[in-house]
């Protein structure tokens, strides 16, 4: 599904979070115009634990960012506020609430997201209709402490069952060493966070993660 940006999702393989656990609001636009130089394809805004008003600052100050790289901005749980900044997308854990729920906040144009943490569950999300979804943790990752990885088993049949239908996204504890591993295991489309954020030169780490997933 095409969003507002213009860029269909169908066609990314590398989503970034813009994690406010890893990045000081200071650095926001540089960090997101570095993964943006890099090549990621969507970028999401994480603000755990920030005030309604501190996510609309930040959603207001990397949004014309994305829409003048014509990139999908998402923003995180919150449907309110992904439909106050006017955001091409909003992405919901597996608590936040039902598809149609989003739907009456959002309108019926917003590309909507799901986590899902088993097959079941992204069937599930593929049924309920949304328009791509998270298939993780695959390893262990500290922005989802406590919960296990899934291990990568599971990643050849969510993308037969599911990923022919909408975009697959593999989660959790990817980084550059282990992406080819995750690809071979068959995912076409990943999420990286930590691996790019923490990275001394963002341009080049996100540039080399995409270059990966492409085989290049």
Partial sequence: MP?????????????AILDLG??????????????????????????KGCSSEEILGFGRRIQPLCREANIPFIVNDHSELARELGADGL??????????EARRVVGPEMILGRSTHSLEQARAALAEGFDYIGFGPLFPTP?????????????????????????????????RRNLPEVIASGARRVVIVSDLLRSP????????????????
Avoid at 3 to 15: F, H, K, N, R
Avoid at 206 to 216: D, K, L, M, P, S
């Fill in 3 to 15: 969003d507002e940006s213009g860029a269909p999702i169908s066609a990314a393989v590398l989503y």
């Fill in 22 to 47: 890893y990045v000081k609001p200071a650095r926001l636009e540089e960090t997101t115009r570095c993964l943006i130089a890099g090549g990621a394809d969507l970028l999401q805004l994480r603000a």
């Fill in 91 to 100: 992405h919901l854990g597996q608590d936040d609430g039902s598809l149609e």
């Fill in 143 to 175: 922005t989802k402490f406590g919960r296990p990885g899934i291990g990568m088993e599971c990643i050849a049949a969510v993308e037969k069952e599911v990923g022919s239908s909408i975009p697959v996204f593999c989660i959790g504890g990817i980084k």
């Fill in 201 to 216: 030169d963002i341009t080049t780490a996100t540039r080399e993660a995409r270059a990966i997933c492409q085989g290049v």
